[in-house]
Structure formats: C-alpha cells, structure tokens
C-alpha cells in the first residue's frame, strides 16, 4: 500500500509539474527594456517536431493532432533533412521600441517567421541557404523583426542536423551595444590572424622558408572557418552566395585541419625523421580536398559526419605524431603542441555542437576563437626561433671555409687574405700595421703533466686569451694545432708594434680560471711591421714561421722581430 501511494504521489507531482509547465508555456511573455537583455523564450514557448515536414502554418496553426511540448533552457532537437522543428509563442511587444526574435546561430539552413494576428508579417526568412541581402534584418544570424503588441507567433525552423540554439528577444538599443562589444572581439581576433598571415607571408618570401608559407595557408583556412562560424563572412564577404555560405560551415574546417597537417609535418621535419609519418599526414592533408567534395556532392545528412569524422581522424593523427615527434628530441614538437592545444580544446566545443551533444553556447561559439589567440603568437613564435637556429646553422656550415671549427677563429687561408688587404690599406693610408704568429711551446709539458684532455684544452683557452687581446678592428686566425696568428690595425707608432708581442706573451702567461698555477700558456711570437717592400701576405706569413722555426728549444726568449 505505502508503495502504491508514493508511486501515485511521484505521479501526481509530475502532472502537476507537466501542467505548470503547459500553463507557463501558453502564457504571453511581456517584453521590457528594462530587464536583462537578450531575453530567452526558453518554458514560455512550446514546441513540435514535425516528421514530415510536410505541415503547412495553416495546418499548425489550427493545431490539429498537434502535441505541444514546452521548451527547455539549452534544449538540443534532433532534427534532420525532411523533418521541421515548429516553436509557438506568445509575447508582447512594447511600442516604446523596435523588438527582434534573434537566433544566434549562423549555421542554421533556415528560419521563418509567421505572426498570426495580422499584424507581425507572414513568412519572414532568414538563414544561411538564403542570401543575407534578402534577409529582413542583415546581421550575422537570422534576426526576425516583432511586431507591437500582443502577437502569436509560429516558428519554423529547418536544419540538416540538430538545432541547439536558443531563441531570444533584443530590442534596438541592446542590439546597438551588442553589435559594438562582438565587433571589438572579432576585430581583435581577426586583426591578429591578419597580422600572423601577412608576417608568415613575408617572412615566406624572405626567408624562403616553407613553414612560414604553410602557416599562413593554415591561418587562412582558419580564420575563414571562424568568420563562416560567426557569420562575418556571410554578412561581409559573400552575402549573395546562399550555396557557399551553407557549404562553406563544413568545407573550410576540413580544409583547415588538412593545411595543418602539411604545416605540422613541416615543423618537425617530419620527412627526415619518418617517411611513413610524413606521407601519411601530406594525404591526409589532400584528402581534405576529397572531405570537402564529399561535403559538397553527399546526401545533406552526412555532411556534418564527414566532417566530424574527418577533423577527428586527422586532427588526432596530427597532434600524435608531434608528440611522436617531440619524444624522439625534436626541440620545436613540444612547443608546437603547447600551442595546438587549445585550438584542439576550443574545437571540440563546435564538434560537439555540431553532433547534436551540447547546444549553442559562449564556448561553441568562441571557443576555438580563443585557442587559436593563444596558438597565433606561440605558433608564430616557434617559427621565428626555428628559422633563426637554421640561418645561424647554415652560416655555420657557409663558414666552414673561412673558420677554424673548434675555435671559431679565422683559419689559415683567411687570415693569408685578411693580411693581404690590410698590407694594401696600410700602403693607401700610409700607415703602419702589425703582424703575428704566436706558437704554443708547452702543449707536451701539459699533456705529461695534467692529461691528454688537459693539452686539448690548452688551444682553446689561448685562443680566448686572444680574442680578448684584440681590439674590434683586430683579427686572430688559428694557423695549426698550436700556432695562432694575429692581425693588428694600424696606425701604430714602431713602439707600439714592438710592444704587441709581450703584451700576448704576458697575457697568456695569466693563470686560467678553475686550472693550478702552474697550467698556464708558453708562448713565443714572432711579429712585424706592415706594409714590406719585398714580400706579399703569403710570404710575411712564411717568414714569421721560418723565424719561429730556427728557435732553439732551449731558448728562452720569447719575442722575436722580423725586419723588412
């Protein structure tokens, strides 16, 4: 018995609910400007799915074999090709000003309005398989003028895939406020995919860098895929092609996801470190192309699972093998999946959206809007560090020619030509210059006494002491395993060049840092003063050895001096 009476109690509240919610439904709902704005229709209206879609507003209207259900905040309905969603309300319009019924979602095929009183229009329509020129109201979404007054209103609402939107009521003044706050986001949002596109562009052209050029076509595809999503394309940039305007909400995110897969594989060297990989994700990227044929040419009602089904193929095969990329030390593939994923996140709110899971909303909306400002400078981050670190690599290797690798000095070939054009300057300006061969003496001793890796070092740190011995103007080369040379600009006095060889002799015979005392450089230097009058470069050059050559080992001068 007690079960019997809770199972009726459980009952009778939900016939009660039922009808509170028939009864809030036929009840009209009173518009003013001083309330919050925009103003849901939400339990004030009622709704029917028609599977036919063969009733007329005649036929709905006179409600025959019609049952009415009330609407629910955040409600999604399951409507496809060959079904209609009809919504029937009542309200009441002031007079005082201008009132709309908005539906803030471009993507909708099409929306049409009937008042029944006579007075509210019969048959306005908008959506994006009609011009936006031909709308009654241009905006970004269908917006649908009221009439004043008290004013019955049927909706028809036909879609190819579920409908989620909320049905709302502006007046004038908010939706002068409103237009201003969305064109500051969006111009923000676009301002900065424009900027990141012309500077990939450039950077392109100048740089010859594919990368560059392949983010800008990414960016691109993007930035058209959230103007389309938005209906900024639609209302500004092709308001007289209904056809593209419905096709391009599902064409251009798979065009854009198939650029990325280009872009991600060129990023990561995708094609030196797995060709497998790489060729996968390069037809992944032309199968766009056949997605988005598929989308144009297939039955209405698998558009949207091709295009689901594809973003969520290729999306997911991209993001892997960067991360495939990143765990085998590719030092960009970590970075560019920080800046991927939030475009990853804030896409799944429209995916979701667009299989009928959530309805329209702030984040299916704005979502990707808002990852992709955080993907824009990272991404484009990335690519400046990345063409940096292969121009300074190809100087490098451009440089082997010209410099010693261990020491990054000038080599020998170098420094014969270096030498020969100062000679030549010297002689212009008439003026003295200096030149010097230094040769460590010691390298045996250190490799004895301290170790092989000890005598490695020895070049190294004297070449350091070098550099720090020369001025800007001045030039150091490494002529052997243990000979340096040095070029000293002039003007120099005759005592200013004698002075040279012991100022490098003393300074190489400083202790280094974190080494015993005794680990120090002993060098001997054999110089002179240019221009000569007998000798080009290559000879000065054999003549300071030749000089270092007939030392004797026992010596223990350290400066020598070769007169012209």
């Known amino acids: 018995m007690r079960k019997m009476l809770r199972a009726w109690a459980i009952a009778a509240l939900l016939g009660l609910g039922a009808c509170a919610c028939a009864f809030a439904a036929h009840q009209p709902l009173q518009l003013d400007v001083a309330k919050d704005q925009p103003v849901p229709l939400a339990e004030a209206g009622t709704a029917w799915i ?81 011009a936006v020129g031909d709308w009654p109201v241009p905006h970004r979404f269908p917006l649908l003028p009221l009439a004043p007054g008290p004013q019955q209103y049927l909706v028809r609402i036909q879609n190819t895939h579920s409908f989620g939107a909320p049905l709302e ?13 969305s064109s500051v986001i969006l111009g923000i949002y676009f301002g900065l995919a424009g900027l990141a596109m012309v500077l990939a562009m450039m950077s392109a052209v100048s740089l010859r860098d594919r990368s560059y050029a392949l983010y800008a076509v990414s960016v691109l595809f993007m930035a058209l895929t959230q103007a389309s999503l938005t209906g900024i394309a639609g209302l500004n940039l092709w308001p007289d ?9 599902l064409a251009l995110p798979v065009l854009g996801v198939g650029s990325l897969q280009w872009f991600f594989s060129e990023v990561v060297s995708m094609r030196e470190r797995s060709r497998l990989l790489h060729y996968t994700m390069a037809a992944l990227g032309w199968l766009s192309l056949a997605a988005a044929a598929g989308i144009a040419l297939m039955d209405p009602a698998l558009r949207v699972k091709i295009m689901v089904g594809y973003i969520s193929v290729a999306g997911t095969i991209g993001l892997l093998a960067v991360l495939w990329a990143a765990r085998r030390g590719d030092r960009w593939a970590s970075w560019l999946l920080v800046g991927s994923l939030p475009v990853a996140i804030g896409a799944t709110f429209p995916m979701l959206r667009a299989s009928g899971v959530i309805p329209v909303g702030f984040w299916a909306t704005h979502g990707m809007q808002l990852g992709m400002s955080f993907e824009l400078p990272i991404v484009l981050l990335i690519l400046i560090l990345r063409s940096e670190q292969r121009r300074e690599h190809t100087r490098r290797l451009q440089g082997f020619d010209k410099i010693d690798p261990a020491t990054g000095l000038l080599n020998a070939t170098t420094f014969v030509g270096g030498l020969s054009r100062m000679m030549a300057r010297s002689q212009r300006l008439k003026y003295q210059s200096a030149v010097l061969v230094v040769d460590i003496i010691n390298a045996d001793q250190i490799r004895r006494n301290y170790g092989a890796r000890s005598s490695e070092e020895l070049p190294l740190q004297v070449a350091g002491r070098l550099l720090a011995s020369a001025r800007d103007i001045d030039a150091v080369a490494r002529l052997g395993e243990h000979r340096f040379g040095m070029l000293i600009e002039g003007p120099l006095s005759p005592e200013d060049a004698a002075s040279e060889g012991p100022r490098i002799v003393a300074r190489c015979l400083m202790p280094f840092k974190d080494k015993p005392i005794e680990w120090v450089a002993h060098v001997r230097v054999a110089q002179t003063i240019v221009p000569t009058q007998r000798a080009d470069a290559k000879q000065v050059v054999e003549r300071l050895e030749a000089l270092l050559a007939n030392v004797s080992p026992e010596s223990k001068r350290a400066v020598f001096t070769l007169t012209s």
């Open 169 to 181: 009521f502006v007046s004038d003044a908010h939706l002068l406020r409103d237009a201003q706050q």
């Open 241 to 249: 092609a209904p056809w593209w305007n419905d096709f391009s909400v």
């Open 50 to 130: 028609d599977e036919s879609g063969q009733a007329s507003p005649e036929m709905v209207a006179d409600g025959t074999g019609i049952t009415w259900s009330p609407m629910a905040q955040g409600g999604v309905y399951r409507i496809a090709p060959g079904k209609t969603l009809w919504v029937r309300f009542t309200v009441i319009v002031p007079g005082t000003e201008r009132w709309y019924l908005q539906i803030p979602y471009p993507a909708v095929d099409k929306v049409t309005l009937y008042g029944l009183e006579g007075t509210g229009g019969w048959g306005q329509e908008a959506g994006d398989t009609i």
